[in-house]
């Protein structure tokens, strides 16, 4: 059983693609306001992770828990309505759908209308470039614009917990500063973060704790800022 001090858990979880082990026994923990990131060569199993944990792969053994309730057998959209929504990698947004309607899809799940302006106005006020974009369709922004769009869109169904899949990928360094940016600034105003990043070292900076999974498993945790200097991490994803 969860502690009370933990939102989320992974409980010996395995998970596969037909024949394919992606998951192997995980375990993982995600404490209310903490931003978590998971690290691991690609095939390492962390967007599988995510996938599990949002409901998109099913799960087999073992158990997921947020908020002390069991998730594991859930349809995805029971769990974005439990309060996760998950940004996956590669900017999904709906390339035919404008700006505004993408996030208004966002929001599709709620019912409180009025809580729901006031967020679009909140996001616009956030990336004020999307309100400058609002009647363009999604399909046309550039890369960036579309990240913007997707962290964007995610927060519009006000969660409790966001999974990001490598939410800098293929961006320009500059995009990649302001994105890590936003994400810290979405913890900071109390939202929970689990976060696969392929940038280890800015991950691991701005993260709280961190996992490295290799090969479907869990191979190394704790301090975030203390696996900086763990000889293994530093010499397999910092570059020596």
Known sequence: ?????????????????????????????????????????????????????????????GRIVFDGVPIHAATPAAILRA??????EGRRVFPYLTVQ?????????????????????????????????????????????????????ALMSHPRLVLFDEPSLGLAPALVERTFEIIADIRRRGTTVLMVEQNAYLALRMADRAYVMETGRIVLEGAARELLDDDHVRRAYLGG
């Not at 394919?20 to 026994?25: N, W, Y």
């Not at 690609?42 to 998109?56: V, Y």
């Not at 966002?106 to 909140?122: F, K, N, P, S, T």
């Open 1 to 61: 059983m969860a502690d009370a001090g933990v939102l989320l858990a992974l409980e010996g979880l395995h998970a596969s693609y037909g024949h394919v082990q992606a998951l192997r026994g995980l375990d993982l923990v995600v404490r209310p306001g903490e931003l978590v990131c998971l690290i691991g060569a690609n095939g390492a199993g962390k967007t599988s992770t995510l996938r599990a944990i949002s409901g998109l792969l099913p799960a087999g053994r």
């Open 101 to 153: 309607e993408n996030l208004e899809m966002g929001a599709y799940i709620r019912r409180d209308r009025r809580q729901v302006e006031d967020d679009l106005e909140r996001v616009s006020t956030h990336f004020p470039i999307l309100t400058e974009r609002r009647r363009q369709t999604a399909g046309t922004l550039s890369g960036g614009e579309q990240q913007m769009l997707a962290i964007a869109r």
């Open 83 to 88: 309060g996760i929504a998950h940004c996956p």
